[in-house]
């Protein structure tokens, strides 16, 4: 028997494709990205947010160290 291992790709967005989705300004969720609240990786000059760990994120808020 084989094993085999499947790999989910998170779905990666852009600021501005969230902006059109949650109302959000740009300003707000680069501050997310800045202070590293939220998971995103960097191409250039773009943010591609992470959006399941986002909406995770929204449901959870901070957490407490």
Known sequence: ???IT???MPVMK???QIME???FS???????C??????????????LINYEKF???LNTGDKAV
């Not at 740009?26 to 997310?32: E, I, K, N």
């Not at 202070?35 to 960097?42: G, L, P, S």
Request: charged share 30%; proline share 0%; glycine share 6%.
């Open 1 to 3: 028997m084989e094993n």
């Open 6 to 8: 499947t790999l989910k």
């Open 14 to 16: 852009t600021i501005k």
């Open 21 to 23: 989705e949650t109302g």
């Open 26 to 32: 740009y300003r707000y969720l680069a501050h997310l």
């Open 34 to 47: 800045h202070q590293d609240k939220i998971v995103y990786v960097r191409t250039g000059k773009k943010f």
């Open 55 to 57: 909406i995770e994120y």
